[in-house]
């Protein structure tokens, strides 16, 4: 076939076409091998993102162009997971970027190459479709990400940012983890036991620890707190509503505007005016001074418990 055939063919020119296509079906339509070849060469018009795998332009392949290789390299059926997925579904605080991870079946026998991070599984999720790309859902995704991850700081923060921006529960990702393999899930099971309890963050999951380590009663996170009349106070980072106590993780970087300070201001102020005793700590003194924290902790809870308990309630 003569180059202005192929050339016109839809495969390289129909509007939206994916740019990112098998070498064997430029071969299908007519392109020489060694015509591809030459195109892929230093300076040609395409390149070579995957052995096999082409795209159709020489500039910066995007991350779009990373998953439709991965996917073409782990063949019909395959599912992008891990971080790449995560990113897709719009969470932010990943880690990495580099290694797109695809699911495949169990029977295929698909190796890992380049960027492109193959596992074979007999649990090949359902997919949810973005840009046109299957993704695995998010608690998948997430647990597919944080077993493969060395760190807990990092492994807490993506799945804190799934449950806080709603993406799944802490309950689904336990499922996840669950019905997945065993291996590299300890530390992932660990980081969630805070997110389970209530926690919403890698600060929170320490003061969760740290309030543990104190041996006081047990109390609730993220909790929405009204005076009697049924008006709302606060939600404090940790409740005990046992002894009507608050304890406020308060960092730096959320008072850095002057509406963010003016609205712990005003949140502090109807602590006081319904009696609530309220503890305010620095996420850093979690992890530099537990034993500080642990004292103040308990001569909070000694000043709540002196006094009658006020009448407010938790939702």
């Known amino acids: 076939m003569r180059r202005g055939t192929w ?4 495969l390289l020119t129909a509007p939206g076409h994916p740019e990112v296509v098998r070498a064997a079906d430029l071969e299908e339509i007519g392109v020489p091998r060694r015509t591809i070849s030459r195109r892929c060469a230093a300076g040609g018009p395409w390149q070579s993102l995957l052995p ?17 290789a991965a996917l073409l390299h782990g063949r019909a059926g395959a599912v992008l997971t891990g971080t790449y ?3 897709c579904h719009g969470l932010e605080r990943l880690p990495g970027k580099d290694v797109v991870h695809v699911l495949i079946p169990a029977s295929r026998d698909v190796a890992d190459v380049g960027f492109v991070r193959v596992e074979r599984t007999n649990r090949l999720p359902r997919p949810h479709l973005k840009a046109g790309l299957p993704m695995a859902p998010v608690p998948r995704a997430v647990v597919d990400t944080v077993r493969r991850l060395t760190n807990v700081d990092e492994a807490q923060a993506v799945m804190a940012e799934a449950v806080q921006r709603r993406f799944c529960t802490p309950e689904m990702l336990a499922d996840e983890l669950g019905r997945g393999r065993t291996a590299g899930t300890a530390m992932p099971r660990r980081a969630l036991a805070p997110l389970l309890a209530g926690a919403r963050s890698v600060a929170e999951a320490d003061a969760w620890r740290v309030w543990r380590r104190s041996g006081l009663p047990a109390g609730r996170w993220n909790v929405p707190i ?3 009349q049924g008006g709302y106070i606060a939600t404090p980072d940790f409740w005990c509503d046992e002894i009507a106590l608050a304890w406020e993780i308060d960092s730096f970087l959320h008072h850095t505007s002057l509406d963010d300070h003016r609205a712990t201001v005003a949140r502090n102020a109807r602590y006081v005016a319904a009696g609530i005793v309220v503890l305010q700590t620095l996420p850093s003194r979690l992890r530099t001074e537990p034993d500080k924290v642990v004292a103040e902790l308990r001569a909070a809870f000694r ?8 009448h407010v309630l938790a939702a």
Do not use: W, Y
């Open 52 to 68: 096999g795998i082409v795209l159709t332009n020489n500039g910066e392949p995007s991350d779009e162009h990373r998953g439709r």
């Open 226 to 228: 009204h005076d009697a």
């Open 303 to 310: 000043t709540a418990q002196a006094r009658p308990r006020p």
């Open 85 to 87: 997925a995560l990113r």
């Open 7 to 10: 050339a016109s063919h839809p």
